[in-house]
């Protein structure tokens, strides 16, 4: 079956770094993506990876390694606003997602 | 500004009443998605659509029905074959192949079965 792992709540202080990971078995890859999701809100997309290495963007960054079915998202200088579920999909080989449960992440200040 | 507008925001039902979510883009994407979100569990996929007149069921779609007249507007009705309606229902589009592109959500709609 495809599966896709993240940790279901993380904790980290504000203006920290906080590095949420994801793996992954699913049946084929063609890419992998993050959404921030605020609560009682919708997704918005954060990173596509498809390439291995490390994509930066602003304050976020996103990292896949295909050998090792992994990908993380790393948020630095960690605002309040940054509280939030980021949830990690990956594409397959019929370019479908799949969606992880999600991470909820508090930020204390 | 383009965007989807997910209609209503929340709503509340009775055992055995069908309900529509009306999802409406201006993005002129082609293709249309509805999804469910349960608490702890990634989002599913009802049903899908690439072109107009055309949809596809997901991975959820029993209890469940769509059209696509226009390519702006892909509704969702819950009917009663629905065991479990209640949840939070996302629509999105995307102009990628497939799901491949950045998919743009509406805000949501929240169902509760009373």
């Known amino acids: 079956g495809q599966n896709i792992d993240q940790p279901t709540e993380m904790t980290a202080t504000e203006g920290a770094i906080v590095q949420i990971n994801c793996t992954y078995q699913?049946?084929?890859?063609?890419?992998l993506f993050w959404y921030q999701q605020h609560a009682g809100e919708a997704p918005t997309f954060l990173s596509y990876n498809v390439l291995d290495g490390l994509e930066e963007k602003g304050r976020f960054s996103s990292f896949l390694s295909r050998s090792k079915g992994y990908s993380y998202l790393l948020l630095k200088e960690l605002q309040m606003k940054d509280s939030a579920s980021y949830l990690c999909a990956v594409l397959d080989s019929n370019y479908q997602l799949i969606w992880g449960a999600g991470t909820k992440l508090i930020i204390k200040p | 500004d383009g965007g989807i507008t997910q209609s209503p925001k929340y709503l509340f039902r009775k055992e055995g009443q069908n309900v529509t979510l009306s999802c409406e883009q201006n993005?002129?994407?082609?293709?249309m998605y509805w999804y469910r979100q349960d608490p702890g569990q990634g989002l599913r996929l009802i049903y899908y659509s690439q072109i107009v007149n055309d949809f596809q069921k997901g991975d959820i779609a029993e209890g469940y029905s769509v059209s696509r007249e226009k390519k702006e507007s892909f509704p969702l009705t819950v009917t009663s074959a629905q065991k479990n309606p209640t949840a939070f229902y996302l629509c999105?589009?995307?102009?990628?192949?497939?799901?491949?592109?950045?998919?743009?959500f509406g805000e949501g709609s929240r169902l509760t079965v009373l």
């Open positions: 999105a589009s995307t102009s990628g192949e497939g799901q491949a592109g950045e998919l743009f």
């Open positions: 699913t049946s084929g890859f063609n890419g």
């Open positions: 993005l002129n994407h082609d293709a």
